[in-house]
């Protein structure tokens, strides 16, 4: 597609529920972050996956939260049991180079 | 000590003044620098990128990295109501995105 597309772009989830977040990156580009932004807070590193070398997790702020890749393309970002902190708006980017990665418009995520 | 600080404003100047947006980083590992702009409730949009000490011009937009101080600086030039957004600052080490926290800026007309 011409950008990345994230889906849905706002979710309302109550606090205990298990979310799935969406990220269609664009065709071809091999790396894709996720990110987190809270108010105030900036852009927070979740995940990165580049090709099909294992992801870098290190940013994942709990078990409760995972993130795969399938086919190089698509990726799904699981949050468990969800809890009022989580909520937050999150961002998908993808990039065929180091540079110049594009981001989607992201999930609002509210858990009540 | 964060990788990168940034003053979040808010900033509110006129049409047509000359914005200046600032922050700092910490460590100096091979790096580069990049410039995001941010409309409200849109996906952040890069703005410039750069690698080395110095100027580097597009537009309105210049991006400036001092490696002395470890500060980096985006003007715009002639601003404009559209400029209205918040501007987001990151350093890039290894495949590693440090982001500033925004400042948000206002041009009003």
């Known amino acids: 597609g011409a950008g990345v597309s994230q889906s849905p772009s706002n979710k309302v989830t109550e606090k205990g529920k298990d979310v799935e977040l969406r990220c269609d990156p664009i065709?071809?580009?091999?790396?894709l972050y996720w990110y987190r932004q809270s108010l105030g807070q900036g852009l927070e590193f979740l995940i990165y996956?580049?090709?099909?070398?294992?992801?870098?997790k290190s940013g994942l702020p709990s078990d409760r939260f995972s993130a795969e890749r399938t086919g190089g393309s698509v990726s799904t970002l699981t949050i468990q049991r969800t809890q009022q902190e989580d909520s937050a708006v999150y961002l998908c980017a993808s990039s065929l180079i180091p540079y110049g990665y594009t981001f989607g418009s992201g999930t609002r995520l509210t858990v009540v | 000590q964060k990788e990168v600080e940034q003053d979040p404003g808010p900033l509110s100047v006129p049409e047509g003044a000359i914005v200046s947006l600032n922050c700092t980083y910490s460590n100096s590992a091979f790096q580069y620098f990049m410039w995001y702009r941010q409309y409200s409730r849109k996906g952040p949009e890069l703005l410039m990128y750069t690698y080395s000490s110095g100027n580097k011009e597009d537009g309105r937009f210049t991006a400036q990295v001092d490696k002395s101080s470890k500060y980096i600086s985006l003007f715009i030039r002639d601003s404009q109501p559209s400029d209205s957004a918040t501007y987001l600052c990151?350093?890039?080490?290894?495949?590693?995105?440090?982001f500033g926290t925004g400042t948000s800026l206002t041009v009003i007309p």
């Open positions: 996956f580049q090709g099909n070398s294992a992801p870098d």
């Open positions: 065709s071809g580009h091999t790396a």
């Open positions: 990151a350093k890039v080490t290894g495949n590693q995105f440090y």
